[in-house]
């Protein structure tokens, strides 16, 4: 978490507004005078490394950062009820961590900073909490593949331009379990023009320092509200909500959701062989639960498990599979050369899922031609069926990750 620079940009009159994009207010001026003056006063202040600047100020940062207080309790409140492993990027010496660990005592925090000093300190306050602390830049850190219920930032990234800010959604995306989120709480530039006034002067500053770009440095670079969240869902985010602000509108508490589940009208038609206008009957009558997000329907697991579980659905996609192997049997698609796979797993409720995750993947990648594929799971049985068509080297090709997972099973379970 960085030191905001000694000018206080905030202005005062915004209401929040929850999940709704806020603008500033148009009659402010597109680069306010008070900002122009700072740069003019410091245009010849050379700029410093990050890490150094913050070693510097290590022993007046939370004192500088204290007026952060309330922010720092509703980003906590934020979090998910059920959350219990979250990331801090940027963490600084954890003051957002008082607040977590105050809400939550016994979740595990696993936090990045460039400044060994700073988590040192954080080490100290928080020795005996469930704390991994890891002393690295951000961008090169690994932070993993659904490791977290949450991510959080606060401060930190208003540093970087909107290419570096994206890199670094990516991985949050990653790291974060279907269903979690990312909250951030950052400082904002008050229009397009002051976000390129910032970013053209901190180039001229380190042109004239003959500082790289792959060096981090303490200038103020922030994006637009627009901007931002545009950069996190570029990033992957299906869903991101303005929480509001407090008593200021230069910084948000933004909220980012990955959305549970991927599986969308295709994957569906793809893994049961009903039409696109089946499904979307079935979505009209209740049968189907799922977001519309930017026009895609996307449905989570356990909405996906509920549909298959439906009776009348059920009786309907057993038929499907009959269909799939009787049309291959009379040459219905009248393919060259084809071949048609019935496999069967026992296997639990999770893996099967996991497999099936992984063959609509492959499947997708892949771009397989006159491929259909059916799956469904049996929960009282524990069994699943995969049905697949097409041309042979593809449905060996699919044949050969089910036969691979079910090794994998045997072994795991001969241990």
């Given at each position: 978490m960085p030191l905001r620079d000694s000018v206080s940009l905030g202005l005062n009159g915004v209401v929040p507004v929850k999940g709704m994009v806020i603008r500033l207010d148009k009659k402010q001026e597109m680069v306010p005078q008070e900002l122009k003056d700072w740069l003019e006063e410091t245009k010849d202040v050379k700029l410093e490394e990050m890490s150094e600047f913050f070693?510097?100020?290590v022993e007046e940062y939370e004192e500088h950062m204290a007026p952060w207080k309330k922010y720092y309790s509703w980003m906590a409140k934020e979090l998910p009820e059920n959350a219990k492993e979250i990331l801090d990027i940027g963490c600084g010496t954890g003051l957002?961590?008082?607040a977590v660990f105050g809400r939550f005592p016994k979740m595990q925090v696993t936090a990045i900073d460039l400044s060994e000093v700073m988590l040192r300190q954080l080490n100290e306050k928080h020795e005996n909490r469930n704390l991994h602390l890891i002393c690295e830049d951000y961008f090169t850190a690994n932070f993993g593949e659904e490791c977290y219920d949450a991510a959080i930032s606060f401060e930190t990234l208003?540093?970087?331009?909107?290419d570096k800010k994206r890199e670094v959604f990516q991985k949050l995306y990653?790291?974060?379990k279907p269903g979690g989120c990312y909250i951030e709480c950052d400082y904002i530039a008050g229009s397009i023009e002051e976000e390129e006034l910032l970013l053209s002067e901190c180039k001229r500053r380190r042109k004239r320092d003959g500082i790289p770009d792959n060096i981090f440095v303490h200038f103020d670079i922030p994006l637009t509200l627009e901007h931002e969240i545009k950069t996190m869902e570029e990033a992957g985010f299906e869903k991101v909500e303005v929480l509001g602000y407090l008593g200021e509108n230069r910084t948000p508490m933004i909220r980012a959701w990955k959305i549970?589940?991927?599986?969308?009208?295709?994957?569906?038609s793809q893994m049961t062989g009903?039409?696109?206008?089946?499904?979307?009957?079935?979505i009209k009558r209740g049968l189907l639960q799922g977001n519309l997000i930017k026009g895609v329907w996307r449905f989570s697991k356990a909405s996906l498990e509920a549909f298959f579980d439906e009776k009348f659905v059920k009786q309907g996609l057993e038929g499907k599979a009959a269909i799939l192997v009787e049309h291959f049997l009379s040459d219905w698609k009248e393919i060259d050369d084809s071949l048609c796979s019935v496999y069967k797993l026992k296997i639990n409720n999770d893996n099967s899922q996991k497999l099936c995750d992984e063959l609509l993947e492959k499947i997708n990648a892949n771009n397989y031609r006159g491929m259909q594929f059916y799956y469904n799971f049996n929960k009282k049985t524990k069994i699943a069926k995969f049905v697949v068509t097409g041309l042979p080297e593809d449905v060996i090709d699919i044949t050969k990750l089910l036969n691979t997972f079910r090794k994998q099973k045997l072994t795991q379970n001969s241990i």
């Open positions: 070693g510097a100020r957002e961590l008082d208003h540093h970087f331009t909107a990653k790291s974060i549970e589940g991927t599986v969308t009208i295709l994957n569906i009903l039409t696109d206008r089946t499904i979307r009957n079935y």
